[in-house]
């Protein structure tokens, strides 16, 4: 099955500066690739996904780039704000659209 | 539209006791699908759905049962709780492979076994 690794673990970063959170997947076959927030005590919430189609996607301030060739993904969230403070997870599926997740990446925003 | 609806939030259990997680969406979206979430470990697959009287095995689908007879219901039965099924259980649901728009994960549903 798919394997989807991410790092870093945690991200501390100065409100205003950049955020970079980067995933690794195994399946070749992997065409989707969303990224989540989750909020303490909530479930998770579609930021934004990037299909195998397209190399990079933006969204405001953030953007995701796909690298098929060497397998990773990435989510770059520029100037920070507190908000931003949240667990981030990549995901990667297949065409029969299972999700396999990354561990989870904690970022916070300091003031 | 109120999404996914998840209850209970909070439950204990006694080990060997049997209970069943309710999930409910109203936006007529064909695929559903039941994570557990554990501490480092992201959320992982149990079972999922691709539309009303369809089922299939995930990642981690042992000591857990489903069913889904509606298009807006995806019940998850424990059948005899452990100590190791002591998570967080979110139910996500998503309008398909066609259009591939993205899982909407209900609030969660916090378990522990003692």
């Known amino acids: 099955g798919e394997n989807v690794e991410q790092h870093p673990s945690t991200l501390s970063v100065q409100e205003g500066d950049s955020a970079v959170i980067k995933c690794t997947y195994s399946d070749s076959a992997s065409n989707y690739f969303p990224w989540y927030k989750q909020e303490l005590g909530k479930g998770p919430q579609l930021i934004i996904d990037?299909?195998?189609?397209?190399g990079e996607k933006k969204d405001q301030r953030i953007a995701v780039t796909l690298n098929k060739t060497a397998k990773h993904f990435s989510l770059h969230i520029t100037e920070t704000q507190p908000e931003d403070s949240a667990v981030y997870f990549c995901?990667?599926?297949?065409?029969?659209?299972?999700?396999?997740f990354g561990a989870g990446t904690t970022v916070t925003v300091r003031a | 539209n109120a999404g996914v609806t998840q209850t209970p939030k909070f439950q204990v259990l006694k080990t060997g006791q049997s209970m069943t997680l309710q999930c409910a969406q109203d936006?007529?979206?064909?695929?559903m699908s039941w994570y557990r979430q554990d501490p480092g470990m992201g959320l992982r697959l149990i079972h999922y759905?691709?539309?009303?009287?369809?089922?299939d095995q995930g990642e981690v689908p042992n000591g857990y049962n489903v069913s889904r007879s509606t298009t807006e219901d995806f019940p998850l039965r424990l059948l005899s709780a452990a100590p190791s099924q002591t998570s967080v259980y979110f139910c996500a649901s998503s309008r398909g492979m066609e259009d591939q728009g993205g899982y909407t994960f209900g609030s969660g549903t916090r378990l522990t076994v003692v």
């Open positions: 936006m007529n979206h064909e695929y």
């Open positions: 759905s691709v539309g009303a009287g369809i089922t």
């Open positions: 995901a990667a599926s297949t065409y029969d659209y299972k999700l396999s």
């Open positions: 990037i299909r195998s189609n397209v």
